[in-house]
């Protein structure tokens, strides 16, 4: 991979005036993936001196800058007490601690890479993606929306007592995800679930939900809600996997998440 320019503003407002004035400028998280979509780069900006780097605790809310590291996810006290240390927790097992260290919120969520654990671990709790031209939004709005030019500022997280789980399954421990989910409830209702690396981005499995929160005992409907979930999601074949097979897993993954969080009540 070659890059031709490598500038590194101080402020977001210079930042953006780079790239919008640049068609072929690229933002640079922590670099971990860039090979993944570029052979050559124009202009490279890089963020690390905009001040993105926080984690800051709202009497609401976690705002979560774009440039911290998913290592440092791993490591912050104030998330590790948030649902259980839910986040640290599932951030832990992304690839290694190298990796970890290197790439970012920003640099992971804004590409919406389809091999994501990150943002499938997220789409079970309640987060705003806060970006400098479009404004604030609901990652799930995010994922599905075409975005051109612009920054990812921040995440936002809201605080709730809701239970948790993430669920993956992996050839190897450093290895893409064959298929993820999370899933969290509040007190056996208002259910989130989503599904990622099917090989496409992660997905909220909606009929599912509204299915989960429509009846008691939610999991002596289990059979029923397999069955919605797999409909209404997709599933594709790549060379880790085929769709059939992901499929199968989903159903899997669904019933140990479920028990998860549902033993959590109990």
Known sequence: MRIKNYVRPHTLEEAYRIISENERAVVLGGGSFLRLSFKEIDTVVDLQDVGLDFIEEKEDAVDIGS???????????????????????????????????IATVGGTIFPKWGFSDFITGLLALNVDV?????????????????????????????????????????????????????????????????????????????????????????????KRATGILLSEIEFGDDFRASGEYRKHLAGVLFKRALEEVLNYEG
């Open 130 to 222: 806060h970006l400098y031209k479009s404004g604030k939004m609901k990652l799930e709005d995010f994922l599905k929306t075409k975005i051109g030019k612009d920054i990812l500022v921040k995440i936002s997280i809201k605080k709730e007592r809701r239970e948790t789980s993430f669920q993956f399954l992996r050839n190897s421990l450093y290895d893409f995800s064959l298929l993820n989910l999370s899933l969290s409830c509040k007190k056996g209702k208002d259910f989130k679930l989503a599904v990622g690396a099917r090989p496409g981005v992660a997905k909220p499995a909606k009929k599912t939900v509204e299915f989960l929160n429509s009846v008691d005992e939610p999991f002596k409907h289990l």
């Open 67 to 101: 440039m911290v590291t998913l290592g440092e996810l791993e490591r912050n006290d104030v998330l590790k007490k948030l649902y259980r240390g839910y986040i640290p927790r599932f951030v832990g097992i992304i690839w290694s601690v190298q990796l970890r260290n």
